[in-house]
T-cell receptor
Framework: GENVEQHPSTLSVQEGDSAVIKCTYS??????FPWYKQELGKGPQLIID?????GEKKDQRIAVTLNKTAKHFSLHITETQPEDSAVYFC???????FGKGTRLSVIA | KAGVTQTPRYLIKTRGQQVTLSCSPI?????VSWYQQTPGQGLQFLFE???????NKGNFPGRFSGRQFSNSRSEMNVSTLELGDSALYLC???????????????FGPGTRLTVT
């Protein structure tokens, strides 16, 4: 089955800096890669996703890149703000297999 | 459009009891998936229902079961509760119309189950 590895597990950045979270997956048949943001006491919220026929997708300060050959995809957050502080999860495939999560802390 | 709702939000049970959790998907969504979230194991897939049929099942014991009703609402049941079942149980709905096509999943706020 699919296995998703996510790094780093924790990440601290200064406000205004960029944050990058990386995930690798094992099943070359996976074709859908969403990213979720989970704030304390809430369920995961879909923030961006990418399908296997696209290499990059952007939505304002958030971007995701996909390298199918290397089987890894990354989340990029630019100009980070304190409200970006949360746990971020990557996932692969339709029956979602999640990474362990990255706790992002943005220091004002 | 209302989001995914889950009831109850919090639940405390004792070992050996059983529990039923409820999920109402986004209107029009026919696929409902359940996940267990714990600090140690992260988010793990339990099962997925589509049009009242279980389509996929994760690696959990038979004590975990679910069902989906004709209005797409879903319930999951855990029997003979164990301490290790304490977790946040998340439900996600999607528009998914057929097997093999991945659609966005939208999560509810979860039910926090504590087993004492």
């Amino acid at each position: 089955g699919e296995n998703v590895e996510q790094h780093p597990s924790t990440l601290s950045v200064q406000e205004g800096d960029s944050a990058v979270i990386k995930c690798t997956y094992s099943d070359s048949a996976s074709n859908y890669f969403p990213w979720y943001k989970q704030e304390l006491g809430k369920g995961p919220q879909l923030i961006i996703d990418i399908r296997s026929n696209v290499g990059e997708k952007k939505d304002q300060r958030i971007a995701v890149t996909l390298n199918k050959t290397a089987k890894h995809f990354s989340l990029h957050i630019t100009e980070t703000q304190p409200e970006d502080s949360a746990v971020y999860f990557c996932a692969a495939k339709s029956v979602l297999v999640f990474g362990k999560g990255t706790r992002l802390s943005v220091i004002a | 459009k209302a989001g995914v709702t889950q009831t109850p939000r919090y639940l405390i049970k004792t070992r050996g009891q059983q529990v039923t959790l409820s999920c109402s998907p986004i209107s029009g969504h026919r696929s409902v998936s359940w996940y267990q979230q714990t600090p140690g194991q992260g988010l793990q897939f339990l099962f997925e229902y589509f049009s009242e049929t279980q389509r996929n099942k994760g690696n959990f014991p038979g004590r975990f079961s679910g069902r989906q009703f004709s209005n797409s609402r879903s319930e999951m049941n855990v029997s003979t509760l164990e301490l290790g079942d304490s977790a946040l149980y998340l439900c996600a709905s999607s528009l998914q119309k057929g097997i093999g096509r991945s659609y966005e999943q939208y999560f509810g706020p979860g039910t926090r189950l504590t087993v004492t």
